[in-house]
């Protein structure tokens, strides 16, 4: 059976490559008892990845060179001999890139494919719609009629950040790359203003026209020159959440810019960095309300799904051009049942 | 009767110097029913000033050129039309730089000099202990064993956060300016480890030795090249309560520097600006605790205290060389009563 994987070839100094992946082909081993074979269907590929290639210390484990790369995958069991995971059964785990993988069922979590599906568990019902549900909420705590500034907001976190903010009776202002994103944000999500950042000459000038009443919330997914434009835009008693910093991911050295302390003083404003494992006492929670959300029509959810296994690095480089809109991944098979 | 009071003549560009001030003799006017006549004891100067010396839009009003500047005041009514406040009463205010004061007798507070002498209300008991008590206790929240950094850590607040964190069980690291705010931090206060950031060649060096687990709580009164020390040394869930940013107070334009927002993000750490005007509401229980721990010898505190009316604006200016160990005030005349 031919399985292939893919390795970390070498660590990106600043914009990762091609070259920093490797394919390789390797064998399957015989199942064991209690063991599962997995196929992977979804492989989601994320910017918080590229901090994984470098070996900085970091909030997760560096991926060590000539291993396989991992992250989130949604994959079927094919083979079985645990009882807790009979063939069929739909997963959802931290996992190699990888077709198929030998796996002893420990850390997997069940998938149910009748309410929503299979690939929104590696987005608005998995890790990016917890991070923009906790963030959001926990952090940026918006109140009906306060104004929320998303960044990266036509990406899979940016999206459900301003559509939960909208459901909470905010004004929402989305930045994000292209015209198409920002007819989609206001056309298809019900953002109330959105702001090309690539053709939009004076972004504070920009920033203050959308925001006529300033900004109470604002969730960073970027950082830099965006960024700055928000800030000089607060209100009193403003709230941030720190989600990604992507202008700076692909920096070699630490960033320098614009101070934000003097502005967090005059304003008494709230910054806080987060990833969404500090709420993971909360998971289930929020899950069943982003579920509810989705099955009620609440939520719409966009991806940008592509085909093959062979385009997983493609796929996730283009995350730093801005090429997807909504939540990137790769289909890598059908399900077999 | 000689009456001189000081006003803004001229707005500082930078730094600012004596020719921003400018003395003038004013007439005292009749007592109407209801009034009082105070007279200045002591004044307070502080480093929020400077930002009232501008127009720039700030969480305070500006001071208005050719108008007296004023700030917290301990002055004696020493005629009095009103029957709240007989002859004899010392209250504390928001008060002009003036010798002699006709008043309202609106929003002063009554001070009681048997707890301790009357300058403690323009320090311990005043806006700089409560700005220590509320910026380490309700955003630093300290627990026993953390270490807790605090810069500007010889002045008024200062003093205060370190002492206060050492109650609460903490290693404190304080940052000042010269040998001797050092020795008094260590020798007098119970700082666990102090650093002169004037001699001290490589700050991230230093602070990472003077905090071997790591810093949790940074009370920033400074930042700069001080705080990036601190960021660099940040423990995951660190909090950052911006009090003051007096590097930047003489500033022209928005300063530049290393970015904070990436470090908060892996760190998932909060940094929050205040005022002590934020938590008024919970003044009353916070300096009754403050005034306990001063009776009971708990907290010790150091005063500067410069003699004379006519060094108000010399006072002031000191703020910004770092002349001042304590807090500084300008004591102005002696009680009558």
Same mark, same amino acid.
């Given at each position: 059976?031919?399985?292939?994987?893919?390795?970390?070839?070498?660590?990106?100094?600043?914009?990762?490559?091609?070259?920093?992946?490797?394919?390789?082909?390797?064998?399957?081993?015989?199942?064991?008892?209690?063991?599962?074979?997995?196929?992977?269907?979804?492989?989601?590929?994320?910017?918080?990845?590229? !901090?994984?290639?470098?070996?900085?210390?970091?909030?997760?484990?560096?991926?060590?060179?000539?291993?396989?790369?991992?992250?989130?995958?949604?994959?079927?069991?094919?083979?079985?001999?645990?009882?807790?995971?009979?063939?069929?059964?739909?997963?959802?785990?931290?996992?190699?890139?990888?077709?198929?993988?030998?796996?002893?069922?420990?850390?997997?979590?069940?998938?149910?494919?009748?309410?929503?599906?299979?690939?929104?568990?590696?987005?608005?019902?998995?890790?990016?719609?917890?991070?923009?549900?906790? !963030?959001?909420?926990?952090?940026?705590?918006?109140?009906?009629?306060?104004?929320?500034?998303?960044?990266?907001?036509?990406?899979?976190?940016?999206?459900?950040? !301003?559509?939960?903010?909208?459901?909470?009776?905010?004004?929402?202002?989305?930045?994000?790359?292209?015209?198409?994103?920002?007819?989609?944000?206001?056309?298809?999500?019900?953002?109330?203003?959105?702001?090309?950042?690539?053709?939009?000459?004076?972004?504070?000038?920009?920033?203050? #026209?959308?925001?006529?009443? !300033?900004?109470?919330?604002?969730?960073?997914?970027?950082?830099?020159?965006?960024?700055?434009?928000?800030?000089?835009?607060?209100? #009193?008693?403003?709230?941030?959440?720190?989600?990604?910093?992507?202008?700076?991911?692909?920096?070699?050295?630490?960033?320098?810019?614009?101070?934000?302390?003097?502005?967090?003083?005059?304003?008494?404003?709230?910054?806080?960095?987060?990833?969404?494992?500090?709420?993971?006492?909360?998971?289930?929670?929020?899950?069943?309300?982003?579920?509810?959300?989705?099955?009620?029509?609440?939520?719409?959810?966009?991806?940008?799904?592509?085909?093959?296994?062979?385009?997983?690095?493609?796929?996730?480089?283009?995350?730093?051009?801005?090429?997807?809109?909504?939540?990137?991944?790769?289909?890598?098979?059908?399900?077999?049942?």
């Amino acid at each position: 059976m031919r399985n292939k994987t893919i390795l970390l070839a070498s660590r990106p100094t600043g914009v990762p490559a091609q070259e920093n992946f490797k394919f390789e082909e390797r064998e399957v081993p015989e199942l064991q008892e209690g063991q599962v074979l997995l196929k992977s269907l979804y492989v989601s590929v994320d910017p918080y990845m590229r !901090g994984r290639m470098s070996d900085a210390k970091s909030y997760v484990a560096p991926y060590a060179v000539g291993e396989p790369i991992s992250g989130g995958v949604v994959a079927e069991v094919v083979k079985s001999l645990n009882e807790q995971l009979p063939k069929g059964t739909v997963v959802l785990g931290n996992l190699p890139w990888q077709q198929y993988i030998v796996h002893s069922g420990k850390g997997l979590s069940h998938i149910n494919p009748d309410i929503a599906p299979l690939s929104y568990y590696l987005g608005i019902l998995g890790m990016p719609g917890l991070t923009a549900y906790f !963030g959001l909420l926990h952090i940026g705590e918006p109140k009906p009629g306060e104004t929320v500034v998303v960044s990266g907001a036509a990406g899979a976190v940016g999206t459900v950040v !301003g559509q939960i903010a909208k459901l909470k009776g905010c004004r929402v202002v989305g930045v994000a790359g292209s015209d198409e994103k920002i007819a989609y944000l206001k056309d298809e999500l019900g953002f109330d203003e959105a702001i090309n950042y690539k053709t939009t000459q004076n972004m504070n000038q920009a920033m203050t #026209k959308a925001c006529p009443n !300033g900004v109470d919330v604002y969730f960073d997914n970027v950082g830099g020159e965006i960024s700055d434009a928000v800030y000089l835009a607060l209100n #009193k008693f403003a709230r941030i959440a720190i989600c990604g910093q992507i202008a700076y991911y692909n920096h070699t050295t630490l960033p320098s810019g614009m101070r934000v302390e003097p502005i967090l003083l005059k304003k008494s404003a709230l910054m806080k960095g987060f990833i969404v494992g500090d709420y993971a006492k909360d998971f289930p929670v929020a899950a069943k309300e982003l579920a509810d959300w989705v099955q009620e029509g609440k939520l719409q959810y966009q991806e940008t799904i592509t085909e093959g296994f062979d385009k997983i690095p493609e796929a996730f480089l283009g995350l730093f051009t801005g090429q997807n809109t909504g939540k990137q991944l790769v289909k890598v098979a059908e399900r077999e049942v």
